[in-house]
């Protein structure tokens, strides 16, 4: 998702931005060297969210993603549950 800012998840992980485009804070739960993760209450209800993980470097391309990357990405995710 871009923003008249840019990324948005960029603009996250490098603190330009605080709260998502509908108010909601920036919550990280757990990051490695090459991802994090983050609570995402956009729903309209509080109660919901979902966690996202995402690289911490912007990567335009799937195929652009390095191995070292990938494998941390998948055990990033895979390891959501017990952070």
Known sequence: MKTSMGC???????????????GFPFQTLWQTKYSISFL??????H???????TPKKH????E??????AQD???HAQ?????
């Open 47 to 53: 109660e919901d969210a979902h966690i996202i993980v």
């Open 64 to 69: 652009d993603v390095r191995n070292d990357i």
């Open 8 to 22: 948005l998840f960029c603009d996250f992980i490098t603190g330009k931005r605080k709260t998502h485009v509908n």
């Open 79 to 83: 390891n959501c549950e017990t952070a």
């Open 59 to 62: 990567i335009e391309k799937f």
């Open 73 to 75: 990405f998948i055990h």
């Open 40 to 45: 995402c209450i956009n729903l309209p209800l």
